[in-house]
């Protein structure tokens, strides 16, 4: 997936956060089909409001990040700069760890079994149809620069 100037984008197969909403919403209709059984709410609540306070960190955090470096954040635009650090150091996805963390803390706060399991979905779709095309995209575009960043900072973490 060579980068044209037709196309200054990695082409992924939709934004993350529509990913998420599908699949979020996807688990809400299963659970018609396969209706977990109740969960004391404090529990719920805690876990899911744990995890997505996790998620909202790491999203804030990246997103101001890519506000720093005024690097667009819409995956249809191109990117004008490489994100190496704040939350970059320490992983190369910090926005989409950030999605998968607020997505979970929705599962959990609804006591949903069958939206926890589509998380996994979730990371496979993040996976293959987004950061794959991503890391094609950026090698192309910032050479030594990303290779150099690749070897030096895991994907997730």
């Known amino acids: 997936m060579p980068v044209t100037p037709l196309r200054d984008n990695p082409g992924v197969i939709a934004p993350p956060p529509l990913i998420a909403v599908a699949l979020l919403a996807l688990g809400y209709a299963a659970e018609w089909f396969w209706p977990t059984p109740p969960v004391p709410s404090l529990f719920r609540y805690g876990t899911g409001a744990m995890f997505f306070a996790t998620g909202a960190v790491l999203l804030v955090s990246s997103l101001a990040r890519f506000r720093a470096i005024g690097t667009n954040l819409q995956t ?77 900072t895991p994907r997730w973490f």
């Open 76 to 152: 249809h635009k191109p990117t004008v700069a490489l994100a190496t650090d704040g939350p970059y150091r320490r992983s190369r996805n910090p926005i989409y760890l950030g999605l998968i963390f607020a997505y979970l803390g929705i599962a959990a706060a609804v006591g949903s079994l069958p939206m926890a399991a589509l998380a996994a979905v979730f990371v496979l779709v993040l996976r293959v149809g987004v950061i794959a095309r991503e890391e094609v995209y950026l090698a192309a575009k910032f050479g030594a620069a990303y290779e150099t960043y690749r070897a030096e």
